[in-house]
Nanobody
Framework: VQLVESGGGLVQPGGSLRLSCAPSGILLDYYSIGWFRQAPGKEREGVSCISSNDGRTYYADSVKGRFTISRDNANNTVYLQMNSLKPEDTGTYYC???????????????????????WGQGTQVTVSS
C-alpha cells in the first residue's frame, strides 16, 4: 500500500492548512487512517485518526478543537484540516493506514503506531512568523 501526503507548507501562527492522504492501489473504505507528526529531535506523536466504515474520530489533546480529520471515500482521500496553527505544530506529518474491517480502531492507536501497517513519506508543516 502506497500512501501520498500533500498540502504541507509554511504558514503563520493562527493560519490554516489542509493535508491530504491519498493511497494508490487500494480503496480506503476498509482502512482506518491515522495522522502522526514528528518534530526535529522529538518522538513521533499521534495527532488524529478515523475509523473505517463508521468514521469514528479521535484526537490528541494538543489538537482538539483545532484539527478536524475527515474521509471522502468517493474520492478515496482522507483530510486533516488544521486551524489556529501554533509554532509547536511544526513537524513532518505522516498518514498511516490499517486494514480494519472489524473496526478495531480506538484512541489507543494514537500511541500505538504499530496498529498501522502502511505509511506515507510525509509532508512538512512549518508554522512560523
Amino acid at each position: 500500500v502506497q500512501l501520498v501526503e500533500s498540502g504541507g507548507g509554511l504558514v503563520q501562527p493562527g493560519g490554516s492548512l489542509r493535508l491530504s492522504c491519498a493511497p494508490s492501489g487500494i480503496l480506503l473504505d476498509y482502512y482506518s487512517i491515522g495522522w502522526f507528526r514528528q518534530a526535529p529531535g522529538k518522538e513521533r506523536e499521534g495527532v488524529s485518526c478515523i475509523s473505517s466504515n463508521d468514521g469514528r474520530t479521535y484526537y490528541a489533546d494538543s489538537v482538539k478543537g483545532r484539527f478536524t480529520i475527515s474521509r471522502d471515500n468517493a474520492n478515496n482521500t482522507v483530510y486533516l484540516q488544521m486551524n489556529s496553527l501554533k509554532p509547536e505544530d511544526t513537524g513532518t506529518y505522516y498518514c498511516a493506514a490499517a486494514w480494519d474491517t472489524m473496526m478495531r480502531l480506538t484512541v489507543a492507536a494514537l500511541t500505538d503506531p504499530g496498529f498501522f501497517s502502511s505509511w506515507g513519506q510525509g509532508t512538512q508543516v512549518t508554522v512560523s512568523s
